[in-house]
């Protein structure tokens, strides 16, 4: 009986705190849906850019930009070693998304 007592304590301060809270994306990603395009906006020409941790390539390479599953995507732009550039985007189906490096 105790310990269903502290059991039960224990999962009201883990919901009032709101430790079951997830954090989903703004925006479903649907499975067959046509490709978003990431495009970037001042990005030196020997950059790389970085999407979910795999390295796509030079911006030159890539004419600026990049298509992209839709759903959300972790986007770094590195140049040499360096990373100028980092941003949550969220690539909705058949849009652009352009991610503008300050």
Known sequence: MKTSAVVLTVL???LAAGGCVQNYP????????SAGT???????ADARLI????????VSALGGGA???????EVVVSQGGRILHAQTVIVAAGTQA?????
């Open 12 to 14: 009201c301060a883990a």
């Open 26 to 33: 703004a925006r479903e990603a649907v499975q067959g849906a």
């Open 38 to 44: 990431l495009t970037l906006r001042n990005a030196p």
């Open 51 to 58: 999407v979910d941790g795999r390295d796509l390539g030079s």
């Open 67 to 73: 298509a992209l599953t839709p759903g959300r995507h």
């Open 98 to 102: 352009v991610v503008v490096l300050p």
